[in-house]
């Protein structure tokens, strides 16, 4: 997770804040400590997680940056209680019925990014367990003041280098 944290600092892109969608969430202060990283956490439970302080999902807004913008609002979940490795539809609709554009979720340790019913998908994968080709991955999302949202692919264990993720 360390060196995850580490690539922000020559990260190409602005970065705002940090989500972490599940499993492992007592590695969040030691890693972000070790990698001298400052930005805030946006942080849900995984199946792997054990703190019932840490919520099993929650809706971020994410505030325009100048007056006049509007907010955008990302749904956020480990996805295990949306079944997501049997599909995308129930995490979609959560979104939803949210009030969100977009659902961020991880349990399958699989990336993806797609759109269902509306609603934009991402998966960064895993920087730990990977269980695809891709390897150790992670994501950035892109968020512009207006327009679709969009997610780059980085893979970890080959300097950082940003992916093509299908």
């Known amino acids: ?11 190409d892109c602005v970065l705002d804040m940090a989500v972490f969608l599940g499993d492992g969430y007592e590695d969040l ?23 019932p302080s840490v919520c099993d999902s929650r809706v971020l807004e994410i505030s325009g940056k100048n007056p006049g913008l509007s907010s955008r609002k990302l ?13 995308r539809s129930a995490i979609a609709a959560a979104a939803r019925n949210a009030g969100a554009e977009a659902a961020l979720f991880g349990h399958t340790h699989v990336p993806c990014c797609r759109t269902v019913g509306g609603i934009f998908l991402l998966n960064p994968g895993s920087i730990s367990r990977p269980r695809s080709s891709a390897g150790c991955t992670f994501a950035v999302l892109e968020c512009p003041a207006s327009g679709p949202l969009s ?13 093509s993720v299908g």
């Open 29 to 51: 202060a030691p890693a972000s400590a070790r990698a001298g990283f400052s930005l805030p956490w946006h942080a849900v439970r995984g199946n792997g997680d054990y703190r």
């Open 75 to 87: 749904f956020l979940s480990h996805g295990n209680r949306y079944r997501v490795e049997e599909g």
């Open 1 to 11: 997770m360390a060196a995850a944290l580490e690539w922000t600092r020559g990260a």
């Open 151 to 163: 997610a780059r692919f980085f893979n970890l264990t080959d300097t950082c280098r940003e992916i």
